[in-house]
C-alpha cells in the first residue's frame, strides 16, 4: 500500500511558477513509476507527466513539454512537478499517482495509487 500526500498548489499569475510536492510512504519508493496528471472543472483527468522508478527517464504530455519538469528523490520518498510559464490553461487540480512497476506510461487507469490533489489556479 502506498498514500501519497501533494502540496505547493496555489495561486500564481500568468508566466509564474510553482513547484508541487508528492510526499509517498513506503519502502520501495524507487521501483514505482510515478505520474502527475490534472483535472479541470468539466473535464477528464489527464495525463501531464510520468517518470520511471531509479533511472529517471521521463514522459510528458506535449502540452507541457519545455514548460514542466517532473523529478524524485528516492532517499526522501518525494516526486516533485517544476511548472514554468504557466498559463490560465493549466488552472486545474493536480494530482500524483504510483503504479508498483517501473515504467511509466500515460493512462490514469494503469496507475492504482492517488493523492488527494493539491488546486492550482492561474489567473491574473
Known amino acids: 500500500q502506498v498514500q501519497l500526500v501533494e502540496s505547493g498548489g496555489g495561486l500564481v499569475q500568468p508566466g509564474g511558477s510553482l513547484r508541487l510536492s508528492c510526499a509517498a510512504s513506503?519502502?520501495?519508493?524507487?521501483?514505482?513509476?510515478m505520474g502527475w496528471f490534472r483535472q479541470a472543472p468539466g473535464k477528464e483527468r489527464e495525463f501531464v507527466a510520468a517518470i520511471t522508478g531509479a533511472v529517471g527517464d521521463t514522459r510528458y504530455a506535449d502540452s507541457v513539454k519545455g514548460r514542466f519538469t517532473i523529478s524524485r528523490d528516492n532517499a526522501k520518498n518525494t516526486l516533485y512537478l517544476q511548472m514554468n510559464s504557466l498559463n490560465p490553461e493549466d488552472t486545474a487540480v493536480y494530482y500524483c499517482?504510483?503504479?508498483?512497476?517501473?515504467?511509466?506510461?500515460?493512462?490514469?487507469?494503469?496507475?492504482?495509487?492517488w493523492g488527494q490533489g493539491t488546486q492550482v489556479t492561474v489567473s491574473s
Open positions: 513506503g519502502r520501495t519508493f524507487s521501483s514505482y513509476a
Open positions: 499517482a504510483a503504479r508498483p512497476n517501473p515504467i511509466p506510461v500515460v493512462g490514469p487507469g494503469r496507475y492504482n495509487y
